[in-house]
């Protein structure tokens, strides 16, 4: 299960793990080898204009990982948001991402949250992603980085932490709801076509957020698609009702004719209508929740 704290104490990160040894200690140029783009005339391109962005390492306990990181001009202090990649690491998509949010009036960091297991960047087969990265990147060592990162925003005068959400898309969505059942100090979460259930796989998968749903901490905007051949749409009914039985604010959307990855406007599964419907959800949900 997740590293918990108690609401009424100090919430700090976990400071070190048995690997200490980075192997990403800078992010990868582009999109990923994977997932180079198909869909060239759909690619969102956001401008830094107005913006600051770029990478910085962010310490975690072993080591710096390094993280892309997007807000507005000025002095602040911006409402601080999560952005948690997917499997295929911070490429050029979640950079755009964070560049949406800082456009928005966002403080945004995306951390490489592969970065002591190994490069997706350079890995063609998506197989091959999960075989020899994913599937050894433990939740607990993805949790306790996320806590970095909000410890290290809130040393930046640029970021409210007071004003803390997380967003994130496949891997990264499952990720958001692990998340908002283990941070105390969240004040939104929407994930992006997350897994809620799976078969557990200790000690780096013990739980999905299916069985973690009376902890949760924050309300949870969930995006799908009904025509996600991955995540049953039997799970997603099977949360809703987990989550009304546990009293936890919970909406889940499910855009019908919407595949996997319809956000994702760099891969033919992308999906305009619902994507940009989604990320209306997502601005006013921060909003409704004090995430603005």
Same mark, same amino acid.
């Given at each position: 299960?997740?590293?918990?704290?108690?609401?009424?104490?100090?919430?700090?990160?976990?400071?070190?793990?048995?690997?200490?040894?980075?192997?990403?200690?800078?992010?990868? #140029?582009?999109?990923?080898?994977?997932?180079?783009?198909?869909?060239?005339? #759909?690619?969102?391109?956001?401008?830094?204009?107005?913006?600051?962005?770029?990478?910085?390492?962010?310490?975690?306990?072993?080591?710096?990982?390094?993280?892309? /990181?997007?807000?507005?001009?000025?002095?602040?202090?911006?409402?601080?948001?999560?952005?948690?990649?997917?499997?295929?690491?911070?490429?050029?998509?979640? /950079?755009?991402?964070?560049? /949406?949010?800082?456009?928005?009036?966002?403080?945004?960091?995306?951390?490489?949250?592969?970065?002591?297991?190994?490069?997706?960047?350079?890995?063609?087969?998506?197989?091959?992603?999960?075989?020899?990265?994913?599937?050894?990147?433990?939740?607990?060592?993805?949790?306790? &980085?996320? &806590?970095?990162?909000?410890?290290?925003?809130?040393?930046?005068?640029?970021? &409210?932490?007071?004003?803390?959400?997380?967003?994130?898309?496949?891997?990264?969505?499952?990720?958001?709801?692990?998340?908002?059942?283990?941070?105390?100090?969240?004040?939104?979460?929407?994930?992006?076509?997350?897994?809620?259930?799976?078969?557990?796989?200790?000690?780096?998968?013990?739980?999905?957020?299916?069985?973690?749903?009376?902890?949760?901490?924050?309300?949870?905007?969930?995006?799908?698609?009904?025509?996600?051949?991955?995540?049953?749409?039997?799970?997603?009914?099977?949360?809703?009702?987990?989550?009304?039985?546990?009293?936890?604010?919970?909406?889940?959307?499910?855009?019908?004719? #919407?595949?996997?990855?319809?956000?994702?406007?760099?891969?033919?599964?992308?999906?305009?209508?619902?994507?940009?419907?989604?990320?209306?959800?997502?601005?006013?949900?921060?909003?409704?929740?004090?995430?603005?």
């Amino acid at each position: 299960m997740s590293i918990t704290h108690p609401d009424a104490a100090p919430f700090l990160p976990r400071t070190h793990y048995n690997r200490r040894d980075f192997l990403v200690t800078s992010l990868a #140029a582009g999109f990923a080898l994977a997932v180079q783009p198909a869909n060239a005339d #759909a690619v969102i391109k956001t401008p830094d204009t107005g913006l600051v962005t770029g990478e910085v390492k962010i310490p975690v306990g072993d080591g710096d990982m390094p993280a892309y /990181r997007a807000m507005p001009e000025g002095d602040g202090p911006f409402p601080t948001v999560l952005v948690v990649q997917e499997i295929f690491g911070v490429h050029e998509y979640i /950079r755009d991402v964070c560049r /949406r949010f800082a456009k928005a009036g966002y403080y945004a960091v995306a951390p490489e949250l592969y970065a002591r297991q190994g490069d997706v960047s350079k890995i063609a087969s998506i197989d091959d992603i999960v075989k020899q990265v994913v599937s050894k990147v433990p939740d607990e060592q993805v949790l306790s &980085d996320l &806590d970095h990162v909000v410890a290290w925003a809130k040393q930046d005068k640029h970021a &409210d932490t007071a004003r803390l959400a997380i967003t994130g898309y496949c891997w990264g969505g499952r990720i958001v709801w692990l998340y908002a059942e283990h941070n105390p100090n969240l004040k939104a979460a929407v994930a992006w076509y997350g897994r809620l259930t799976g078969q557990a796989n200790p000690p780096i998968n013990p739980h999905h957020p299916l069985e973690l749903v009376k902890d949760l901490k924050a309300p949870v905007l969930g995006l799908y698609g009904g025509a996600d051949q991955g995540i049953p749409l039997d799970s997603i009914e099977a949360m809703r009702k987990a989550a009304h039985d546990a009293g936890k604010t919970v909406e889940l959307i499910v855009y019908p004719d #919407a595949p996997h990855g319809f956000h994702a406007d760099y891969r033919p599964s992308y999906r305009k209508e619902a994507a940009e419907d989604g990320w209306k959800r997502l601005l006013a949900w921060f909003h409704d929740h004090g995430a603005a």
